[in-house]
């Protein structure tokens, strides 16, 4: 798989017909736009497609992404969510430093330092479900270690080296889920895959 300028894909793929590497890619140059990439494979396009639809990770939110569940911190010392699953035995949360406070409630958390930690002077909601998430939002989410997006691959488009004809398959990530950040596109060896989710695209 490869990531990298747009422009700078597009111009080696051909973004005409006089000037395509091979019949038909300038097709496919014609749809880098966002976050794409290409992938070069000799699987055959379903595997493609089922190992593409089988990544999804944990990604940090960004801003613009909908918030896909409440978050809201108690009041008392502020530290790093973290999930029950990922605590070792004897886990204890490290709330955060004094040195933080500023950065923290120039976020808009209320807090004060308390003790050299930083704590929450009253119980704050960071963003309900359904919320466009904003840049703060976001930083803070991502300070808290909690991840409300999905990093997602959608392959977009397919061209097939012996016709030159490209196919469309996977929809844009847009208009699969709102808290996915990522998206793209792909090529293979054989064929080439359009565009990728989630928080990559093109």
Known sequence: MFFGRVRIMALALGNAPEREYAPGLYKISQHLHGQVGLFFTSWNTQETLDYFHSVQIPDFA?????????????????????????????????PFSASMEPHIRKLGLNTRVEKGVVTMNVAQTVCNKGDTLTTEQAHILKLLGVKLSTFRVALRWRWDKTTGAIEEYDPPLDDLHDDTDIRGDGEDDEQTEGEEDDKMEG
């Open 62 to 94: 960004r801003s613009g992404n909908i918030a896909s569940r409440e978050v809201r911190l108690p009041a008392g010392p502020l530290s790093p969510i973290v999930p029950e699953g990922d605590q070792a035995d004897g886990y204890k949360p490290t």
